[in-house]
């Protein structure tokens, strides 16, 4: 009995205190929520107290003011409009039909970097570790002293070591603002945004060097000497990765102008056209997959890889058949016909399907981008260096293990002998022409998807595909592969320094006085045709 009673009279004493403190908790939330219908600096102070409630409801508020759905009525009652357009009762979730007019709540960039925050210092107890990484990744970006008793609470919590260093980050960088923290505590969060030594950390640190003194501005310093050697390294990577990817592009470009111009010793200035009819063969597929079949969008480029070769190649045999054929031996003629072909070729595409740019989408296989260190590898420019390689290794087999191939290098190195011996030159000519345009027409489905298609698509590379071609030896596929990829890795270690064009124009200096000394390139073709 004694028992039941000391129980009952527990119970008493501890309702009212419960009760008095949800009291308490539903006033704190109804205080911050009038504080939505003031300005700027009350809205950014509700946000704070609204989050530290810790209530169910707060990080709905704050993700429909992040997205402009949350509206306020006369009587400062808050409410959050759904995708459809209804409104419910923002402290409740009930279905509202609020009397007055209602007003969108106030928002600007203070106020959206305080909600940023207070989303982070919500999620930062999630039990998805995605969730904790985002919100202590946002608390490092917008640090406020306000949340350092949240982050140490999550801080102690934490068991996941990725995202314990990212707490970490966060708790160094909300320390370097507070000017009580001892300055022990201080070198130590130094220490701890040098070893992310990224360009955020280098921010962080340059206010703590401009702010502080003594051993903090002399720990501060250091650490941006070091991550400014760290940057400047990973910027070198990154600008030798961009060079490989323009250099993988220029290969595409050129390669089959080095077959044309190598075995035919046609100078196709409509080559760029080819180019450009890859690409646009990508945008009608890709658009009639968008109306017909939409679920096959992420196969869209494997299904127009084969059609752009054969439409382009097609082109080119009906190029050497209808022009080519007939000037042989004229290089200045064959210049001028193409480039006025070229001429043609563009302002049909602009009749057909306009002048404007048209957009071709990228597949989810494509999108993206990883992270390696400092280096940032974009999934589509990494799917096209794989992609040139594997065009080269099976050009190249099929130079080396296929009977086109045999001839085609027969026709290379002694157009007479090879005629002589019952090898069809005018067939292999049509051949040849036919497959260095093909593979131009795949080019352009590569580079569909690194730029806008336009009918000066294929304009753009047709100076640099040249410039490859004589650079590495006409005819040699290899020289081409070694002309790309230095000329590419060339022009974006230049870009920083000089810039664009003037990295361009040094490049091509560069290139002239290389081809004074080596007139044929870097490997030039061998044979008797070719030495007399």
């Given amino acids: 009995m004694r028992r039941w009673v000391s129980?009952?009279?527990?119970?008493?004493?501890?309702?009212?205190?419960?009760?008095?403190?949800?009291?308490?908790?539903?006033?704190?939330?109804?205080?911050?929520?009038?504080?939505?219908?003031?300005?700027?600096?009350?809205?950014?102070?509700?946000?704070?107290?609204l989050a530290a409630t810790d209530d169910a409801?707060?990080?709905?508020?704050?993700?429909?003011?992040?997205?402009?759905?949350?509206?306020?009525?006369?009587?400062?009652?808050?409410?959050?409009?759904?995708?459809?357009?209804?409104?419910?009762?923002?402290?409740?979730?009930?279905?509202?039909?609020p009397p007055g007019k209602l007003k969108p709540v106030k928002v600007n960039n203070r106020v959206r970097r305080a909600v940023e925050?207070?989303?982070?210092?919500?999620?930062?107890?999630?039990?998805?570790?995605?969730?904790?990484?985002?919100?202590?990744?946002?608390?490092?970006?917008?640090?406020?002293?306000?949340?350092?008793?949240?982050?140490?609470?999550?801080?102690?919590?934490?068991?996941?070591?990725?995202?314990?260093?990212?707490?970490?980050?966060?708790?160094?960088?909300?320390?370097?603002?507070?000017?009580?923290?001892?300055?022990a505590d201080k070198i130590a969060a130094v220490e701890t945004l040098a070893a992310r030594g990224d360009q955020a950390a280098r921010v962080l640190l340059g206010t703590a060097a401009e702010k502080s003194s003594g051993e903090i501005a002399a720990a501060a310093n250091a650490a941006l000497k070091s991550i400014d050697r760290e940057l400047a390294f990973w910027s070198g990577v990154q600008s030798v990765y961009y060079g490989l990817s323009l250099g993988s592009v220029l290969l595409l470009a050129a390669i089959g102008l080095a077959i044309t111009f190598g075995v035919m010793g046609v100078i196709n200035m409509a080559h760029g056209e080819m180019v450009m009819l890859g690409a646009y063969t990508t945008f009608v597929?890709?658009?009639?997959?968008?109306?017909?079949?939409?679920?096959?969008?992420?196969?869209?480029?494997?299904?127009?890889?084969?059609?752009?070769?054969?439409?382009?190649?097609?082109?080119?045999?009906?190029?050497?058949?209808?022009?080519?054929r007939f000037l042989y031996g004229r290089p200045l003629e064959t210049l001028l016909a193409t480039?006025?072909?070229?001429?043609?070729?563009?302002?049909?595409?602009?009749?057909?399907?306009?002048?404007?740019?048209?957009?071709?989408?990228?597949?989810?296989?494509?999108?993206?981008?990883?992270?390696?260190?400092?280096?940032?590898?974009?999934?589509?420019?990494?799917?096209?260096?794989?992609?040139?390689?594997?065009?080269?290794?099976?050009?190249?087999?099929?130079?080396?293990?296929?009977?086109l191939g045999l001839q085609m290098r027969a026709v290379t190195q002694n157009r007479r002998m090879a005629a002589s011996m019952g090898i069809r030159t005018d067939a292999v000519d049509s051949l040849t022409f036919g497959l260095?345009?093909?593979?131009?027409?795949?080019?352009?489905?590569?580079?569909?998807?690194?730029?806008?298609?336009?009918?000066?698509?294929?304009?753009?590379?047709?100076?640099?595909?040249f410039m490859v071609v004589v650079f590495g030896g006409v005819g040699n596929l290899w020289g081409t592969l070694v002309g790309a990829v230095s000329l590419g890795i060339a022009n974006k270690l230049l870009e920083p320094v000089a810039g664009a064009v003037l990295g361009k124009i040094a490049v091509l200096i560069l290139l002239v006085l290389f081809i004074q000394r080596r007139p044929r390139g870097l490997f030039p073709i061998k044979g008797r045709a070719v030495e007399t």
Wanted: with cysteine; glycine share 10%.
């Fill in 7 to 49: 129980g009952l009279l527990l119970l008493c004493a501890i309702l009212p205190a419960l009760a008095g403190g949800r009291l308490a908790r539903a006033d704190e939330i109804d205080d911050a929520i009038a504080g939505f219908a003031g300005n700027f600096a009350e809205v950014e102070q509700a946000i704070g107290a």
């Fill in 57 to 97: 409801v707060a990080p709905k508020i704050l993700e429909a003011l992040a997205d402009g759905r949350l509206r306020i009525g006369p009587d400062h009652s808050l409410y959050i409009e759904d995708a459809k357009g209804a409104l419910v009762e923002a402290r409740t979730g009930a279905a509202a039909d």
């Fill in 117 to 183: 925050a207070a989303m982070g210092q919500l999620t930062l107890l999630s039990p998805d570790p995605g969730q904790r990484m985002n919100a202590a990744d946002t608390l490092f970006r917008s640090p406020d002293p306000g949340r350092l008793p949240a982050l140490e609470q999550a801080l102690a919590e934490e068991t996941d070591a990725r995202v314990k260093a990212l707490l970490e980050q966060a708790r160094a960088a909300i320390l370097l603002m507070v000017p009580e923290t001892p300055d």
């Fill in 285 to 324: 597929v890709q658009d009639l997959i968008r109306n017909a079949a939409p679920g096959l969008f992420d196969y869209s480029l494997l299904i127009a890889l084969p059609l752009a070769f054969l439409v382009a190649g097609a082109a080119g045999v009906a190029i050497e058949r209808g022009i080519i």
């Fill in 339 to 403: 480039f006025g072909l070229s001429l043609v070729l563009q302002q049909a595409v602009r009749s057909v399907f306009g002048p404007s740019n048209r957009e071709v989408g990228n597949p989810s296989w494509m999108s993206g981008a990883v992270d390696v260190g400092g280096l940032v590898l974009t999934y589509n420019r990494l799917w096209i260096i794989v992609f040139s390689m594997m065009v080269f290794a099976l050009l190249i087999l099929l130079l080396r293990k296929t009977a």
């Fill in 436 to 465: 260095g345009s093909g593979v131009a027409g795949v080019a352009g489905v590569a580079l569909s998807q690194i730029e806008n298609v336009s009918p000066n698509l294929g304009q753009s590379y047709i100076i640099d595909s």
